[in-house]
């Protein structure tokens, strides 16, 4: 039997093949894993809370469709799959409303998680949230191309090559997408004199 406690050391694998044998229990537990990855993925792309709650729904529904009807195949990967599914979701949204998608960070993120301080005192934690900020708003003023790359990369943790099968670009541009985002993030960081 499936429990809160047993749920935790199963694999993404092991919950979805209990799910399919009909433990419903399993599912709730894959999405509570996965939940605050894609919903600030999610909140990230589209900058509102109601629309992120809906497209987060709306990924699940998705998931749940496909789980159900036996198409899901890609074993071993439910989280980078999860992911593409809410970025395509994503992109519809953007496209319905026929402009380009913009990428932004939410208030309680750290993207690239390198602004690794001691937990100090009141000060410190003042000045590691105000270049929070600072970075997550240089972060903002990059082409989409790059913005996207990075959130996929250092939030959701994709591959380069599931950034290029998500997006429907290359491996080379991917990369190139990264290396541009970083050579403009540390002339940014230097021209504002953002200190790390």
């Not at 599912?27 to 993925?41: A, G, P």
């Not at 929070?132 to 380069?160: A, C, M, T, W």
Request: charged content about 30%; proline content about 2%.
């Amino acid at each position: 039997m499936l429990t809160a406690a047993n749920s935790t050391t199963k694999t993404d694998k092991e919950l979805i093949d209990l799910y399919m044998e009909g433990h419903e229990y399993a599912l709730e537990c894959l999405i509570n894993r996965h939940q605050d990855k894609v919903f600030t993925s999610i909140m990230m792309f589209v900058k509102d809370t109601n629309l992120a709650e809906d497209i987060f729904q709306d990924t699940f529904i998705k998931v749940l469709h496909t789980l159900r009807s036996g198409a899901y195949k890609e074993e071993g990967k439910f989280a980078p799959w999860v992911m593409r599914i809410s970025y395509n979701l994503c992109i519809d949204h953007f496209r319905r409303l026929k402009r380009n998608p913009m990428i932004a960070t939410s208030d309680g993120f750290d993207i690239f998680e390198v602004l690794k301080f001691a937990d100090d005192n009141a000060e410190d934690r003042i000045i590691r949230n105000e270049t929070h900020l600072k970075v997550r708003k240089l972060v903002e003023s990059l082409p989409d191309e790059q913005k996207e790359v990075v959130i996929l990369r250092h939030y959701g943790n994709l591959s380069f090559k599931e950034i290029a099968d998500t997006t429907g670009v290359s491996i080379n541009t991917a990369l190139g997408r990264m290396r541009y985002a970083l050579i403009n993030l540390r002339k940014l960081i230097e021209e504002n004199a953002i200190s790390m």
